[in-house]
């Protein structure tokens, strides 16, 4: 019988949970011993034939009992014994709307006062899981948490490879797979803010095969949390694939007290049965719905000062650049690092981090003046903060040591010559809060903010958590979500841009505050293909900003049309511009606004990878779900001379095969190659089974093609 509600009776027949989407079946287990087990995850299976499954693996492995490999939970209660039997105690489906429900399993220690209720909330036309748990106790004192997953999953398959994404500043998102053998691989942080600079906070997994693009099993895989996290894939003796994914618990020893509840982050994850191309696009448009705040509104194009000027500008070069800004016809002017401080002048990322006050010699009138001259020229106005930091040399850090992570009895540690300040203490959540509340006052035309976070947390230590050290790494996070609720409360027509010293910040719990983040400082346009390629996977288009910068030796017209793949925007001197690049930029602009609907709305279809090959050819394209429209991006990128692939066509994807499309070359530039196909009508049939010539043995060509179906 399927549970749909209710209570488990001792010694009932096994049970079956089904925690399922249109298309994927998580099929949960109540054994005769009143464990929970996974007895199923993969594509979608008919309710008669769940008493034939297996009984699996028990669901939420707690630390202690007969399992020998690596626990979902580890506790230590206060009489010194760290045991934990979970059994099933009741379970409810609630249906939020018609395609999504919301599961919860509560399940108990029966010797402990312990309660672990898993959450599961199934996004059925998007097939997205998100489970997260939720631990208490009501035991006299504090119990100890070691290990708290916010799920785990099994897998009985031949073979694992996981990919995986990693990098460093300026490099991020290098995609890399490996096959799982017996043991242990742990894709973690432990830096606590930056927390994502080496090690990006998803993965895909590919069941029996590495994983394809449009084939085969497979799960993207990504957690809601900002902070450190922790994926451990450990495959047994058996060659059974065991999955948690959860908070870091290195140095995060959490003391919970009785009757309080400790919330698990979300793990998010998307199976598919025709590769990781069907998953992305199940979890963009899941997150454009969902998750992401402005998911579904409109971008603004923007003009960024950051690359053009550096820490040095006057009010005169700002208003010079809004002229910029204004020919060019973008949305915004978005002032960058450098406008404040006084006592220690903000002119380098040496000092000023915390005295958020205008700084009187570039702008002795305040914002107000660049602001009045911005919307003069019917252009809004973004600024640039670092809220969460602090410079040694600062006032904030004069006033407040004690706000900042650090020892207070050791030498400091900087990472780009800052400090964090303690987001885990209440009256650092209303400071950090009212440098936005502050400048909103003040400038209640400020139209979006550039929120920065360069440095990862260093010195760890919380003068305000005293004896309770461990628990900074998680009660910052939380402290963090805290404060950004209140700037939602107050503000929410305020979109931010995520930045952490490019993309070391990119999670989905974040971008519940943030609607769009910045992919990398690096955009040289050849490495950007690869960071944009890799952000692909996880987040829409939408999310990801990319700018036409004076970085790479390529084409102004190159760099457009990588740029055209996320949210577009500049950071360049639009007077160093020759008058024909101007014309482009201007009319690229209008495309692109006109394009918006495609390319930030529409399927992705990864049709040519830049890992393929040596860095030969890149294509993607965007659909409108209706399939009547459609953006194809195709890039040469180094090719060897002469080598064959270049010869080869691209077949396209997410076409209507009976109906008919015109291709159109956009972003035309004089002296840049063109397409044969320009101007010509195709069946979608013929587009997909036999493609168009897009790729050269030329270096760093690149084509934008939209295609219109034909009435
Ligand atoms: C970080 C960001 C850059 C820029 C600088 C300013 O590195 O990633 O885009 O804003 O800070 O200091």
Request: some cysteine; hydrophobic content about 35%; proline content about 5%.
């Amino acid at each position: 019988m399927l549970l749909s509600s209710g209570l488990m009776l001792r010694g009932a027949d096994p049970q079956w949970i089904r925690v399922g989407t249109d298309s994927t079946d998580l099929i949960l287990r109540v054994a005769e011993n009143g464990r929970l087990y996974q007895s199923y995850l993969g594509a979608r299976l008919p309710e008669r034939d769940y008493a034939h499954l297996p009984q699996g693996a028990e669901a939420y492995v707690p630390h202690g009992m007969e399992d020998y490999f690596e626990p979902a939970i580890r506790v230590l209660h206060n009489d010194g014994d760290p045991s934990l039997l979970l059994k099933y105690r009741e379970h409810q489906v609630r249906q939020v709307d018609d395609n999504v429900t919301e599961t919860t399993v509560v399940l108990a220690d029966e010797v402990y006062p312990v309660t672990v209720t898993l959450h599961y909330m199934a996004f059925q036309r998007e097939n997205v899981l998100k489970c997260s748990s939720e631990i208490t106790h009501t035991e006299k004192r504090p119990v100890v948490l070691y290990q708290y997953a916010s799920s785990m999953l099994h897998f009985s398959r031949d073979h694992y490879w996981l990919t995986e994404f990693s990098g460093e500043w300026a490099t991020e998102v290098n995609r890399a797979e490996q096959p799982l053998y017996f043991g242990k691989k742990v894709l973690d942080t432990k830096l606590g803010t930056r927390a994502g600079i080496f090690c990006s906070p998803f993965f895909l997994l590919g069941l029996d095969r590495p994983v394809q693009e449009n084939q085969g099993d497979a799960l993207i895989g990504t957690i809601g949390w900002t902070g450190n996290f922790r994926f451990t894939f450990e495959v047994d003796q058996f060659n059974n694939l065991r999955l948690s994914a959860g908070i870091n618990p290195y140095g995060s020893e959490y003391t919970l007290r009785s009757g309080e509840v400790f919330r698990t982050p979300e793990f998010i994850f998307c199976y598919s049965t025709h590769g990781v191309g069907e998953a992305s696009r199940n979890l963009h448009r899941w997150a454009r719905r969902y998750q992401v705040k402005d998911g579904e509104k409109e971008r603004m194009t923007l003009l960024n000062n950051w690359e053009a000027t550096g820490f040095g500008f006057n009010e005169e070069q700002l208003i010079g650049l809004l002229d910029e800004a204004q020919k060019l016809g973008v949305d915004m002017f978005l002032l960058d690092d450098g406008w404040f401080a006084n006592k220690y002048p903000r002119n380098s990322d040496t000092q000023g981090l915390g005295d958020w006050q205008e700084n009187r010699e570039k702008l002795p009138h305040g914002l107000q003046p660049v602001i009045d001259a911005a919307t003069k020229r019917g252009l809004k106005f973004g600024l640039w903060i670092e809220p969460e930091m602090v410079s040694h040399q600062s006032e904030l850090y004069e006033k407040h040591p004690d706000w900042v992570i650090r020892f207070p009895n050791r030498e400091e540690y900087y990472y780009r010559h800052q400090m964090v300040l303690d987001l885990s203490n209440p009256k650092v959540q209303d400071y950090v809060f009212g440098v936005v509340d502050d400048l909103k006052s003040r400038y209640p035309q400020i139209a979006y903010f550039k929120w920065d976070c360069n440095s990862p947390i260093t010195n760890i230590y919380s003068t305000y958590l005293k004896e309770q050290q461990s628990h900074l790494y998680i009660d910052y996070m939380r402290g963090l979500y805290r404060m950004l609720d209140r700037i939602q409360a107050k503000y929410p027509d305020l979109p931010m841009m995520l930045c952490s010293g490019g993309g070391a910040r990119c999670d989905y719990e974040a971008l519940r505050y943030f609607p769009e983040f910045w992919a990398s400082d690096n955009t040289e346009p050849l490495e950007r293909i690869f960071i944009q390629w890799g952000f692909s996977y996880l987040f829409p288009s939408k999310c990801v900003a990319a700018h036409v910068t004076s970085w790479g030796r390529q084409s102004l017209k190159f760099k457009t049309d990588v740029a055209f793949m996320g949210r577009l925007g500049y950071d360049i001197r639009v007077s160093g511009m020759s008058e024909q690049e101007l014309a482009f930029s201007q009319e690229a602009i209008r495309t692109y606004k006109r394009l918006m609907p495609v390319i930030l709305e529409g399927d992705l279809y990864r049709l040519v990878s830049p890992y393929d090959g040596n860095r030969d050819h890149a294509a993607m394209m965007y659909t409108e779900p209706d399939r009547a429209h459609a953006v194809v991006f195709a890039f040469d990128m180094t090719p060897r001379w002469g080598e064959y692939l270049s010869l080869r066509s691209v077949r396209l994807q997410g076409l209507d095969p009976a109906r008919n499309y015109r291709i159109t070359e956009l972003n035309r530039m004089e002296g840049a190659s063109t397409v044969g196909c320009d101007g010509q009508v195709y069946s979608g049939d013929y587009l997909m089974k036999v493609g168009l010539p897009l790729f050269s043995t030329g270096t760093y060509v690149s084509h934008v093609l939209e295609l219109t179906v034909e009435p």
